[in-house]
């Protein structure tokens, strides 16, 4: 009976990383041990702070990376969960040193995965076309799963040898929550993507965009109103400057900037050379209208 619920961590990790689950104990070490160099591997390719200002500019190549590496370190913080619930199991009738080093180990794991895509969550958040409600979902039921194991952990008898077990806290404040209520505070049409949440998620993040849109009033009153710009000396018997005629806009785009990001997403139904000079970038939804050097001007709703 004891190899029941052992049996069932083992198909969860081959659910993690898409293998069939070892089906007999004799396996379960060699398992830890693949699930646990898999969450170091995303944790050493972890964005540096160069790599993280890049995504903050909405460098298109940062980007796209650093939204592969978040997903590698969403996996990561489910492999850890998955590490610690395996050991505990196997830890029920084997005393071995290297099981409790792994559960430990396994906690520190999890914590730096957690923190780190916290970081690369908020850099994201803050990029054009960077991070969406739903890039944001696994890692919130990541921490909700890890959160259940620690209290599930906390609950278990003593393994062999008399030794108890003690759950690992969380790191705080809740990770991706901020990141949650800057991206809708920046697109309020995201709003209605917090329904799809869990409801206590949905509610702390509604909670933090109240703060997030009071802070911006508070920084708007705090902020100097500009002085006015000194009238220039006029200038005596100085001709005016002869008009100059205005160059014709370009009837290239450039598939650069916002157009680039729109582009990547999805194909637009037409792209269309405007009278004004901008182009228009057709979609179901909504038209974007960009410069030629692919710069967006306005979104048009339809």
């Not at 591997?41 to 993280?52: H, K, N, Q, V």
């Not at 290297?98 to 923190?115: G, H, P, S, V």
């Not at 949905?202 to 708007?220: F, M, S, T, W």
């Amino acid at each position: 009976m004891r190899r029941f619920p052992f049996a069932v961590l083992l198909a969860a990790a081959g659910c993690i990383h898409g293998s069939p689950a070892p089906q007999r104990d004799s396996n379960a070490l060699r398992a830890i041990a693949q699930q646990e160099r898999w969450a170091q591997d995303a944790l050493s390719r972890r964005p540096d702070r160069t790599e993280l200002q890049a995504i903050r500019s909405s460098d298109f190549t940062a980007v796209g990376r650093g939204r592969g590496e978040l997903k590698r370190l969403l996996q990561a913080i489910d492999r850890a969960t998955w590490i610690r619930n395996t050991a505990a199991e196997l830890m029920l009738d084997d005393a071995d040193p290297q099981l409790a080093a792994t559960f430990d180990r396994a906690a520190r794991m999890r914590a730096d995965a957690i923190l780190a895509a916290d970081e690369l969550a908020s850099a994201l958040a803050e990029a054009k076309g960077g991070l969406t409600i739903g890039d944001l979902r696994p890692g919130l039921e990541a921490v909700r799963k890890a959160q259940a194991s620690e209290d599930r952990i906390a609950r278990l008898t003593a393994r062999a040898g008399g030794r108890r077990l003690a759950p690992a806290a969380l790191p705080v404040p809740r990770p991706f929550l901020a990141s949650a209520a800057r991206l809708v505070a920046a697109n309020p049409e995201l709003t209605r993507e917090l329904d799809r949440l869990a409801p206590d998620d949905a509610a702390q993040i509604r909670a933090r965009l109240a703060d997030v849109n009071r802070e911006k009033e508070e920084a708007k009153r705090a902020a100097p109103a500009a002085a006015p710009s000194p009238a220039p000396p006029a200038a005596d018997e100085v001709p005016p400057p002869e008009p100059k005629e205005a160059e014709a806009p370009s009837p290239t785009l450039t598939v650069a900037n916002d157009a680039a990001v729109l582009i990547s997403k999805r194909i637009p139904r037409s792209i269309t050379l405007r009278e004004d000079g901008l182009f228009e970038l057709s979609y179901d939804d909504a038209d974007y209208l960009v410069d030629p050097q692919g710069k967006l001007v306005r979104k048009e709703a339809k």
